[in-house]
């Protein structure tokens, strides 16, 4: 039985690009047991339903209109919160509320939605919104009290992860691409760059109180102690069995591939195996060549100051360190 929250507060959202450990810390908070972990909603790349479920390439073009995958993650939200589960049958009646709702604000359904969940604070990671400075206020317009936490995972690593699926085609449909030589080269450190920028810049205008930057790779390697780091920080309960539960992201609902008309709604390979192992990341180099680059080419100077600023050492100063 979940413990009911005296106060309701508003949604966590875990702030990231894409390949940040996301779906796994996400699940891992939602197991806690006041939270609610959701899978990826994406309501907010839009101000109204009739746009996410558009067939009209402007809004494609746009970023607004979600293809059939993308909506995946509301249709299961819906059918596990009306009907207690996600089957072919729960999928077709979420398809008919989201039909239902089509002329509504996305910020009223995703209102609608918390209230469901209510007393429990929802945890939510799509990685869209931080794709674009709009999508972020959505967040903060409709959820004032709202709580972030800005989830970093070093550049080499997020990069390689982003380039191993589909053939880096996540960095294609963001434009994640260096035109700046003879021949146009697909390179994901342009949008981590650019996406972890859109996240400071919004996080500027939030309450210090309201947000925590932590790295993904320092949560993994010391996990009991950054949960109970964040649940102190959201003010709720950091007894052991509350921090037990919370490893066990397995039992998260959508931690599973879906029925066969809604198979996903999270990141594929989390889906496919959702169980957490301790274990130890070492931090990679931001120095040398990169791998997904013909030409040779390493970290952009920006990239380097930025993650040199998330506390990612470059190589030599930490041999000069350890010296």
Not at 26 to 39: D, E, V
Not at 176 to 188: R, T
Request: net charge negative; with cysteine; charged share 25%.
């Amino acid at each position: 039985m979940r413990q009911q929250l005296t106060d309701q507060p508003g949604p966590l959202f875990l702030l990231a690009p894409p390949r940040s450990f996301t779906s796994l810390i996400n699940a891992m908070l939602g197991q806690h047991p006041q939270m609610y972990g959701l899978p990826e909603l994406q309501l907010f790349v839009a101000e109204r339903v009739a746009q996410l479920w558009s067939n009209d390439k402007q809004s494609f073009d746009k970023g607004v209109a979600l293809d059939p995958i993308r909506r995946h993650g509301l249709l299961r939200a819906v059918a596990q919160l009306f009907t207690g589960e996600q089957t072919i049958e729960s999928i077709n009646m979420a398809r008919h509320w989201v039909a239902a709702r089509i002329d509504s604000s996305t910020p009223d359904v995703y209102r609608e939605l918390v209230e469901r969940i209510s007393p429990l604070m929802p945890v939510e990671k799509s990685p869209s919104y931080v794709s674009k400075p709009e999508f972020l206020q959505r967040l903060i317009e409709t959820f004032p009290n709202a709580r972030f936490i800005h989830l970093i995972r070093h550049p080499m690593g997020q990069c390689k992860s982003v380039m191993n699926m589909r053939n880096g085609m996540f960095a294609l449909l963001v434009d994640s691409v260096d035109y700046s030589g003879e021949k146009a080269i697909l390179d994901p450190q342009i949008a981590w760059h650019d996406f972890h920028l859109n996240i400071i810049d919004f996080l500027d205008q939030v309450p210090d109180e309201q947000w925590l930057r932590i790295r993904g790779e320092d949560f993994l390697n010391d996990t009991d102690a950054y949960l109970r780091r964040v649940c102190d920080w959201l003010g709720l309960r950091t007894d052991e069995d509350a921090i037990e539960q919370m490893k066990h992201p397995e039992n998260s609902p959508y931690a599973s591939i879906g029925p066969v008309n809604a198979l996903f709604g999270n990141d594929p390979n989390f889906l496919r195996n959702p169980i957490f192992r301790q274990g130890s990341i070492r931090m990679p180099s931001l120095e040398g060549p990169l791998p997904w680059r013909p030409d040779g080419m390493g970290f952009f100077p920006e990239v380097i100051e930025m993650a040199r600023g998330f506390g990612y050492p470059v190589e030599n100063e930490t041999r000069r360190a350890a010296s």
